[in-house]
Nanobody, 124 residues
Framework: QVQFVESGGGLVQPGDSLRLSCAAS????????IGWFRQAPGKEREAVSC??????YYRDSVKDRFTISRDNAKGTVYLQMNDLKPEDTAIYYC???????????????????WGQGTRVTVSS
Protein backbone atom coordinates (compact mmCIF):
# COMPACT_ATOMS: atom_id res chain seq x y z
CA GLN A 1 0.00 0.00 0.00
CA VAL A 2 1.00 3.62 -0.34
CA GLN A 3 3.21 4.70 2.51
CA PHE A 4 5.43 7.65 3.40
CA VAL A 5 8.12 7.68 6.05
CA GLU A 6 9.63 11.02 7.01
CA SER A 7 13.02 11.33 8.68
CA GLY A 8 15.83 13.79 9.30
CA GLY A 9 14.29 16.00 11.93
CA GLY A 10 16.05 17.05 15.10
CA LEU A 11 17.00 19.81 17.51
CA VAL A 12 19.12 22.54 15.94
CA GLN A 13 20.11 26.12 16.63
CA PRO A 14 18.94 29.14 14.65
CA GLY A 15 20.90 29.43 11.43
CA ASP A 16 21.59 25.70 11.20
CA SER A 17 20.52 23.38 8.39
CA LEU A 18 18.63 20.11 8.18
CA ARG A 19 17.65 17.85 5.32
CA LEU A 20 14.38 16.02 5.67
CA SER A 21 13.65 12.88 3.70
CA CYS A 22 10.32 11.47 2.65
CA ALA A 23 10.64 7.83 1.61
CA ALA A 24 7.72 6.69 -0.53
CA SER A 25 6.59 3.16 -1.26
CA UNK A 26 3.65 1.37 -2.82
CA UNK A 27 3.36 3.53 -5.93
CA UNK A 28 5.42 5.07 -8.73
CA UNK A 29 6.82 8.26 -7.30
CA UNK A 30 7.37 10.07 -10.59
CA UNK A 31 3.67 9.85 -11.42
CA UNK A 32 2.66 12.18 -8.60
CA UNK A 33 3.45 15.42 -6.88
CA ILE A 34 4.64 15.35 -3.29
CA GLY A 35 4.13 18.07 -0.75
CA TRP A 36 5.65 18.96 2.58
CA PHE A 37 3.43 20.39 5.30
CA ARG A 38 4.20 21.35 8.86
CA GLN A 39 2.27 21.77 12.05
CA ALA A 40 3.58 23.88 14.90
CA PRO A 41 2.27 23.42 18.45
CA GLY A 42 -1.18 24.91 18.77
CA LYS A 43 -1.39 25.85 15.10
CA GLU A 44 -3.04 24.57 11.96
CA ARG A 45 -1.08 22.41 9.55
CA GLU A 46 0.31 24.54 6.73
CA ALA A 47 1.83 23.90 3.34
CA VAL A 48 5.56 24.37 3.07
CA SER A 49 6.54 23.16 -0.38
CA CYS A 50 5.48 20.92 -3.22
CA UNK A 51 7.25 19.32 -6.15
CA UNK A 52 5.83 18.02 -9.42
CA UNK A 53 7.73 16.59 -12.36
CA UNK A 54 8.67 20.07 -13.49
CA UNK A 55 7.60 22.64 -10.92
CA UNK A 56 8.30 23.54 -7.33
CA TYR A 57 6.22 25.63 -4.98
CA TYR A 58 7.18 27.27 -1.69
CA ARG A 59 5.39 29.26 0.94
CA ASP A 60 6.75 32.78 1.10
CA SER A 61 8.37 32.41 4.52
CA VAL A 62 10.70 29.61 3.36
CA LYS A 63 11.57 30.81 -0.14
CA ASP A 64 15.35 31.28 -0.54
CA ARG A 65 15.94 29.08 2.54
CA PHE A 66 14.29 25.74 1.70
CA THR A 67 14.80 23.59 -1.39
CA ILE A 68 12.63 20.65 -2.35
CA SER A 69 13.96 17.91 -4.60
CA ARG A 70 13.13 14.38 -5.62
CA ASP A 71 15.05 11.25 -6.52
CA ASN A 72 12.54 9.05 -8.31
CA ALA A 73 15.00 6.16 -8.56
CA LYS A 74 15.32 6.13 -4.77
CA GLY A 75 11.65 6.84 -4.22
CA THR A 76 12.50 9.79 -2.00
CA VAL A 77 11.65 13.46 -1.78
CA TYR A 78 13.91 15.79 0.16
CA LEU A 79 13.49 19.12 1.87
CA GLN A 80 16.77 20.94 2.40
CA MET A 81 16.23 23.57 5.07
CA ASN A 82 18.87 26.24 5.55
CA ASP A 83 19.09 29.20 7.90
CA LEU A 84 16.49 27.68 10.18
CA LYS A 85 14.51 29.98 12.42
CA PRO A 86 12.58 29.31 15.65
CA GLU A 87 9.35 29.80 13.70
CA ASP A 88 10.26 26.75 11.59
CA THR A 89 9.75 24.58 14.66
CA ALA A 90 7.05 22.04 13.82
CA ILE A 91 6.32 18.47 12.89
CA TYR A 92 6.92 18.09 9.17
CA TYR A 93 4.80 15.75 7.07
CA CYS A 94 4.83 14.65 3.46
CA UNK A 95 1.91 13.49 1.39
CA UNK A 96 0.82 12.79 -2.16
CA UNK A 97 -1.24 14.90 -4.50
CA UNK A 98 -2.09 14.94 -8.19
CA UNK A 99 -1.69 17.80 -10.65
CA UNK A 100 -1.38 20.65 -8.18
CA UNK A 101 -1.71 24.22 -9.37
CA UNK A 102 -0.24 27.37 -7.92
CA UNK A 103 -3.39 27.57 -5.81
CA UNK A 104 -4.24 23.98 -4.93
CA UNK A 105 -0.75 22.95 -3.83
CA UNK A 106 -1.41 24.69 -0.51
CA UNK A 107 -4.72 22.94 0.16
CA UNK A 108 -4.38 20.13 2.64
CA UNK A 109 -7.51 18.26 1.58
CA UNK A 110 -6.06 17.71 -1.91
CA UNK A 111 -3.38 15.47 -0.37
CA UNK A 112 -3.57 11.89 0.81
CA UNK A 113 -1.50 9.14 2.44
CA TRP A 114 0.15 11.28 5.09
CA GLY A 115 3.28 10.07 6.81
CA GLN A 116 3.77 10.06 10.57
CA GLY A 117 5.92 13.19 10.51
CA THR A 118 9.37 14.16 11.71
CA ARG A 119 9.90 16.76 14.43
CA VAL A 120 12.05 19.83 13.83
CA THR A 121 12.94 22.04 16.78
CA VAL A 122 14.90 25.24 16.27
CA SER A 123 16.04 26.72 19.53
CA SER A 124 19.07 28.37 21.06
Amino acid sequence: QVQFVESGGGLVQPGDSLRLSCAASGFTLDSYAIGWFRQAPGKEREAVSCITRSTTYYRDSVKDRFTISRDNAKGTVYLQMNDLKPEDTAIYYCALTSRPTHITWKIQKTYSFWGQGTRVTVSS
